[in-house]
């Protein structure tokens, strides 16, 4: 974790990398800081050559070593530490690539080395060098406990129970371990910002946990080190590096690549940040879950220098994989339980909606557990563009903007945690909407559950001694973590909590369940106007004198059934009245308008009325009784003796006159749809010659989705009449239906009338 002095570590910052240029805090997330081209003073590096020459050393060798960096550079390993240790460094490089040793070297002590006869040695390879860091070993009385507290570590740790419980031992137990004054767990969330969740500090200091700090204080280039490297000390905050000769490797040109050295010099960025803290030596160990790092072990001292051995830095890095490993069945152990407790809520939702038959919509929706399923604050359906909400959402255009903008084509659920990124205008609504999750099957039909925006109330100045501690920042303090506090507080606002991936899956669940249930009640639906169409529309045409009459019905492709019908019956004059008409709507509510409709028009024409007398008074019929029904209609009352025929139509499509090897597409007089309150009837008048049809149809016969009317017509005209000869006109009713190739999306009906030929 980086934190801040006031006052810069000492020493120039370009001392600290002098293998590239001194980072400055707009360009600190580009840093190369695994080639700094420096390490830190406690210890010495020496890059060698496959036959085991020196080829780079830090130039501090002459303290540390007692040997004169000229006449290191280029001798041999076994001149420097003698055969032995030298024989030891080349078996481990070819056992395992290098690990870490514990030497005891009298040839150091005899040169008056300042590191002594007995060193901790870390081996590992940096491309083609073979790297050697040399410390001075910790005292073995120190080093034996440290392995013996991390066994009972082990087993203390995996007593607890979340990870939370897991985070807070973990701290204790590197505090134990370590001897640092204060030793925190820090966790990252999806996008880098950090929070501690656990913390063991001296009584003194004054708390961070619960604090947040933003992506930016541990850079991209810092977290992949941590991946690859899981220990990392800073002895002295105040440390002068110790610059590498040469800075560049002879063989390549590049600076060496310090990833996994122990010694490598850190950033003075991080150092002011440190230093601003009062922090005086640090270190990190990291937690890495499923190959992503997942949070830090952050220790910090603020008493001087601090330098753990070998061995107990070993043990800390073995506790953080160990917890590693732990914290991954925690938070899978976390995860089957919400995942049951999803299951538990979804199996009981389904269960009182599937018992409320036609209602399962309304049970649905003011079923509070669908909000309590997703964690969120309010839902919303849109079920045929009709939308019903509960909780709180924003209002139905907000509702309809997300659904638009969310709902995939391939009818996957799609969530976002930041609606105001997916369209800046939603940051208004982040009260209630700074986040959502829709599942739909349709543009009409889909689901959308919101989330408000996470207020974290956390207040870094809140607690008392934070606030002395920020009084007491220098004014020009650049870096701490009061600061880093109001960075974050910047980048979270306008979220909400992150969905999970249980949360889409229970959503689909939702969605397939509801699905599944409309499908029944549809099917249900379907029935009912079947048996209704069924119970008012005869299933084959009447015949009378000198009349020839077929009709056809074919149901839409989709098999919601809409509101078609025909009619045909004598009066009582001798004329014959046909009648087509369409109902606007689908299902039960239009087949059962359909029933009032026809039967009304039939008893005004029963009545005496003519065809545009009938349409009026149908019209007047459905605008007082039947709310917001529509209609359209076509009534042709025809003198089977004389082929007088009178036509009225009310929105409805024009009929075709089939007479001598033409089709031909008349005027009729009309008046607006059915249900308006209108009276305007007009009537037309037409002489039918014997071998002459009069066609009737409804507007399922020429519509097609992406179709030109007019084209549509043109292939209904192009069909040939009907010959005399028998059958044929049921044929010519078949290749009508046929004419206009493509998916009905209605239903679709035809009504021929051909007067007879007199002999």
């Known amino acids: 974790m980086t934190s801040a002095q006031a006052t810069a570590p000492q020493g120039e910052p370009e001392a600290h990398t002098p293998a590239y240029e001194p980072a400055t ?64 460094i080349a078996e481990s490089v070819a056992r395992t690539g290098g690990e870490g040793l514990r030497l005891v070297v009298e040839e150091v002590a005899e040169r008056d080395g300042a590191l002594g006869a007995e060193l901790d040695v870390n081996v590992h390879r940096s491309g083609e060098r073979i790297i050697v860091e040399l410390e001075p070993a910790a005292d073995v009385a120190v080093a034996m406990p440290s392995y013996r507290l991390a066994r009972g570590a082990m087993q203390r740790l995996a007593r607890t129970g979340t990870v939370l419980e897991l985070s807070a031992q973990l701290a204790s137990e590197v505090a134990g371990l370590t001897g640092f004054d204060r030793v925190m767990v820090y966790r990252f969330d999806e996008d880098w910002n950090g929070e501690v ?55 390549t040109g590049q600076p060496l690549d310090l990833s996994h050295s122990v010694l490598r010099s850190v950033s003075p960025i991080h150092l002011e940040y440190l230093g601003n803290m009062g922090v005086t030596a640090s270190m990190s160990v990291s937690l890495v879950v499923d190959g992503e790092l997942w949070g830090l072990i952050a220790c ?49 939702i389904t269960a009182r909606t599937s018992a409320s038959g036609p209602h399962a919509l309304d049970a649905l929706m003011a079923d509070p557990d669908l909000l309590t399923l997703m964690g969120a604050t309010g839902v919303a359906l849109c079920f045929d563009d009709v939308i019903t909400t509960l909780g709180q959402v924003p209002d139905e255009a907000v509702v309809r903007r997300v659904a638009a903008l969310l709902r995939p084509e391939n009818n996957r659920p799609a969530a976002t945690s930041r609606l105001a990124e997916v369209d800046p205008e939603l940051a208004a609504v982040e009260d209630v909407a ?3 999750l829709v599942v739909g099957s349709a543009p009409d039909r889909w689901l959308v559950w919101f989330r408000p925006e996470l207020r974290r109330v ?17 004014p020009e303090v650049r870096l701490s973590p009061r600061k880093s506090f109001e960075k974050w507080q910047q980048d979270v606002r306008g979220r909400s909590a992150p969905w999970e991936p249980w949360h889409s899956e229970a959503a689909v669940a939702v969605s397939s ?17 079947e048996s209704l169409q069924r119970s008012v529309i005869p299933q084959t045409a009447p015949q009378f004198d000198g009349l020839d009459v077929i009709a056809r019905y074919v149901p839409a492709s989709t098999f919601q059934l809409g509101g078609d019908w025909w009619d045909a019956f004598a009066l009582d004059d001798g004329r014959v009245a046909f009648v087509v008409g369409d109902v606007a709507g689908h299902g039960v509510a239009a087949a059962t308008t359909m029933t009032q409709v026809r039967s009304a028009v039939r008893a005004h024409l029963f009545a005496g009325e003519s065809p545009a007398s009938a349409l009026d008074r149908t019209d007047r019929f459905m605008d007082g009784l039947i709310e917001h029904a529509v209609a359209t209609a076509l009534i042709a009352v025809v003198d089977p003796v004389t082929g007088r025929a009178t036509l009225a139509a009310a929105g409805h499509p024009p009929p075709f006159l089939v007479e001598d090897g033409t089709s031909l597409e008349l005027e009729v007089g009309r008046r607006p749809l059915l249900g308006l309150g209108v009276v305007a009837a007009v009537e037309s008048e037409l002489q039918l010659a014997p071998g002459a049809t009069l066609l009737l149809y409804s507007d399922g016969l020429i519509e097609r989705r992406g179709v030109n009317l007019g084209v549509s017509l043109a292939q209904l005209g192009a069909i040939a009449p009907p010959s005399e000869q028998p059958g044929e006109f049921d044929s010519w009713a078949d290749r009508l239906l046929a004419a206009v190739p493509g998916k009905r999306d209605d239903d679709t009906t035809l009504l021929a009338v051909r007067v007879r030929s007199r002999d």
């Open 300 to 348: 910090h001292h603020y008493s001087g220098p601090h330098r753990p051995g070998h061995d107990v830095r070993a043990a800390s890095e073995f506790l953080g994989q160990a917890a590693s490993q732990l914290i991954a069945e925690r938070q899978r152990s976390d995860q089957r339980e919400a995942q049951l407790e999803t299951g538990r809520l979804l199996n009981e």
């Open 197 to 251: 969740i656990a913390e063991e500090r001296r009584a003194d200091l004054n708390p961070f946990l619960g604090l947040h700090y933003p992506a930016t204080d541990i850079p991209a280039q810092a977290r992949r080190l941590y991946t690859v490297n899981w220990t990392r000390l800073i002895a002295d905050i105040d440390y002068l590096p110790v610059a590498l000769t040469p800075v560049h490797d002879p063989d």
């Open 513 to 529: 369940h509801l699905a599944s249930l409309l499908f029944l009640h549809a099917r249900e639906q379907i029935d009912v106007a």
């Open 458 to 474: 956390v207040d870094w100045g809140g607690d008392p001694t934070n606030k002395l501690l920020a009084r007491a920042e220098d």
């Open 25 to 88: 805090l707009s360009n600190c997330e580009r840093e190369p800081i695994h080639v700094p081209g420096a390490i830190q003073p406690h210890g010495v590096l020496l890059a060698l050559d496959a036959d085991l020459r020196v080829a780079m050393a830090s130039d501090n060798v002459k303290e540390m070593l007692g040997v004169d960096l000229d006449r290191l550079l280029g001798a041999e390993l076994a001149d420097l530490l003698g055969e032995r240790a030298a024989r030891t």
């Open 434 to 436: 700074a986040g959502a």
